[in-house]
């Protein structure tokens, strides 16, 4: 099975910065997404990291250490639509299926 | 990118009766589908996985006889709650991946907030 943790939640001020860490124990590892959801909506995709390293795609990072089982999501220049729910998941190596297990999500907060 | 359409998504029904609700794949195709169910403030879990022409795969502690799935081809799947009741009120989700593309992102619908009454 699959154990993902990430904080619940997160406050920051427009235009800083915010760092979400994931840590995941897992049977079998093929990739880590981090989605955005808005109340009452489905998941958007924002990165997927499947090797080591960071990924910058925009005002937002996602960085992956398989060895550590430790990913964090980097949200810069924050604005007040990026208040959200971030979700950490990891994708299941173990079978053909790639189902993804999802962390609780951590709810971001952004203050003028 | 691909658009995964789902409906509806708002129902609300009367304890006892059935609700369905489709998922479809726009613009690609999908074998496998999967089928999440979330709670307020909760994240999603994945109820079943749905698989076209073959029986569901359920998660651990999901009614497969409360919860039909039905994949009849490479873009629909359907997902039925039968003689629903108020604690299967949530938001359910549907996500598909792409066909030929194994190492890619899966797409979500809109979702579906069910009601019951």
């Known amino acids: 099975g699959q154990n993902i943790d990430q904080p619940t939640e997160m406050t920051a001020t427009e235009g800083a910065i915010v760092q979400i860490n994931c840590t995941y124990q897992?049977?079998?590892?093929?990739?880590l997404f981090w989605y955005q959801q808005h109340a009452g909506e489905a998941p958007t995709f924002l990165s997927y990291?499947?090797?080591?390293g960071l990924e910058e795609k925009g005002r937002f990072s996602s960085f992956l250490s398989r060895s550590k089982g430790y990913s964090y999501l980097l949200l810069k220049e924050l604005q007040m639509k990026d208040s959200a729910s971030y979700l950490c998941?990891?994708?299941?190596?173990?079978?053909?299926?790639?189902?993804?297990?999802f962390g609780a999500g951590t709810t971001v907060t952004v203050r003028a | 990118g691909a658009v995964v359409s789902q409906h509806p998504s708002r129902v609300i029904c009367k304890s006892g009766t059935s609700v369905k609700i489709e998922c479809r794949s726009l613009?690609?195709?999908?074998?496998?589908m999967f089928w999440y169910r979330q709670f307020p403030k909760q994240s999603l879990m994945l109820m079943a996985t749905?698989?076209?022409?073959?029986?569901?795969?359920?998660e651990q502690g999901v009614e497969k006889d409360k919860f039909l799935i039905n994949h009849a081809s490479l873009t629909l799947s359907t997902l039925t709650v039968t003689s629903a009741h108020p604690e299967d009120s949530s938001f359910y989700i549907c996500?598909?991946?792409?066909?030929?593309?194994?190492?890619?992102?899966?797409?979500f619908g809109q979702g579906t907030r069910l009601t019951v009454v």
């Open positions: 996500s598909a991946r792409i066909l030929e593309e194994t190492n890619t992102e899966a797409f």
């Open positions: 897992t049977s079998g590892f093929n990739g």
């Open positions: 990291n499947v090797l080591d």
């Open positions: 998941a990891v994708r299941d190596g173990g079978s053909n299926d790639y189902k993804l297990s």
């Open positions: 613009d690609f195709q999908a074998t496998t």
């Open positions: 749905s698989n076209e022409g073959s029986k569901a795969t359920y």
